[in-house]
């Protein structure tokens, strides 16, 4: 089992940033793949970025490739979305997951957290 944490979500106008952290904890971190989904109001989740168990290979959803950063600290146990120059459209619940196979489609992943609010004014 593996249990993940989002935290970091909040408020920020256009333009801004914002960075997430997913805490894992339970079995080896390492050894999953980690992805950001999000979900927005009447929309069905969408998957965001994903990060290799090393970190050596990452790939984005094409709407948010040159302005947000995936990135993992295996000592720490945690995945970072380091998020920029915001959109309204980027409003939504984020949520972090863990796989054991890289992939992009939400049944690919085992677990999730419980997800954080990201709401971006214009």
């Known amino acids: 089992q593996v249990q993940l944490a989002e935290s970091g979500g909040g408020l920020v106008q256009a333009g801004g940033s914002l960075r997430l952290s997913c805490a894992a904890s339970?079995?080896?971190?390492?050894?999953?793949?980690m992805s950001w989904f999000r979900q927005a109001p009447g929309k069905e989740r969408e998957f965001v970025a994903v990060?290799?168990?090393?970190?050596?290979?990452?790939y984005y959803a094409n709407f948010v490739k040159g302005r947000f950063t995936i990135s993992r600290d295996s000592a720490k146990n945690t995945v970072y979305l380091q998020m920029t120059s915001l959109k309204p459209e980027d409003t939504a619940v984020y949520y972090c997951?863990?796989?054991?196979?890289?992939?992009?489609?939400?049944?690919?992943?085992?677990?999730w957290g419980q997800g954080t609010q990201v709401t971006v004014s214009s």
């Open positions: 339970g079995r080896t971190f390492s050894s999953y793949v």
């Open positions: 990060i290799y168990w090393n970190g050596a290979r990452t």
């Open positions: 997951a863990a796989g054991s196979s890289y992939g992009l489609g939400v049944s690919e992943y085992d677990y």
